[in-house]
């Protein structure tokens, strides 16, 4: 698995290209039951990279990636996840549908720009600092294959709740 797996910035690097190629389909997707078909897999798929992301990627990441940028990461990753359990639960005439998903796709643009950006981003700092990325891959790879399979059999609440990393403050 390990000498087959990609390195860890490769394979998240291939989710956010394969995640914003679903945001066009759903674009270019006429239709609320074809639209709403694509919606779910854009959720199932950032379910599962938000989860290997918050437990192995972003853990390997402490120490050697400015905590400010982490912490960042992770209250990006719970805004998005409340948009994402809100199209899951939305029904066949929210009429907020698109907008919502047109929402969540800048969200998720902007969250992949801190990542990828070049030098000061959060996989440039990681790879600068020396995280194994090879091994980590090989680790990323092994979660996605077991997250998506939970996922089919499971369906996305486990996983929603699984997910919520940041604490919220007690009035
Ligand atoms: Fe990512
Ligand atoms: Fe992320």
Same mark, same amino acid.
């Given at each position: 698995?390990?000498?087959?797996?990609?390195?860890?910035?490769?394979?998240?690097?291939?989710?956010?290209?394969?995640?914003?190629?679903?945001?066009?389909?759903?674009?270019?997707?006429?239709?609320?039951?074809?639209?709403?078909?694509?919606?779910?897999?854009? $959720?199932?798929?950032?379910?599962?990279?938000?989860?290997?992301?918050?437990?192995?990627?972003?853990?390997?990441?402490?120490?050697?990636?400015?905590?400010?940028?982490?912490?960042?990461?992770?209250?990006?990753?719970?805004?998005?996840?409340?948009?994402? $359990?809100?199209?899951?639960?939305?029904?066949?005439?929210?009429?907020?549908?698109?907008?919502?998903?047109?929402?969540?796709?800048?969200?998720?643009?902007?969250?992949?720009?801190?990542?990828?950006?070049?030098?000061?981003?959060?996989?440039?700092?990681?790879?600068?600092?020396?995280?194994?990325?090879?091994?980590?891959?090989?680790?990323?790879?092994?979660?996605?294959?077991?997250?998506? $399979?939970?996922?089919?059999?499971?369906?996305?609440?486990?996983?929603?709740?699984?997910?919520?990393?940041?604490?919220?403050? $007690?009035?």
């Amino acid at each position: 698995m390990a000498d087959t797996a990609p390195d860890a910035v490769t394979l998240l690097k291939e989710d956010h290209r394969a995640v914003e190629k679903l945001f066009k389909e759903y674009e270019d997707a006429s239709g609320n039951a074809a639209k709403r078909k694509i919606a779910e897999r854009i $959720a199932g798929s950032l379910i599962v990279h938000t989860r290997i992301e918050n437990e192995i990627f972003y853990p390997a990441c402490e120490g050697k990636v400015e905590e400010a940028d982490l912490k960042e990461a992770y209250v990006e990753h719970d805004a998005a996840n409340v948009l994402i $359990a809100e199209i899951l639960a939305s029904t066949k005439g929210d009429e907020f549908a698109e907008a919502k998903v047109k929402v969540l796709k800048e969200e998720i643009e902007h969250h992949v720009g801190e990542e990828e950006r070049w030098l000061t981003g959060i996989f440039s700092q990681a790879k600068r600092h020396g995280v194994d990325m090879d091994a980590l891959g090989a680790k990323l790879a092994d979660a996605k294959t077991r997250y998506e $399979a939970e996922l089919e059999k499971d369906g996305p609440e486990v996983h929603l709740a699984a997910l919520k990393k940041t604490k919220v403050a $007690a009035a």
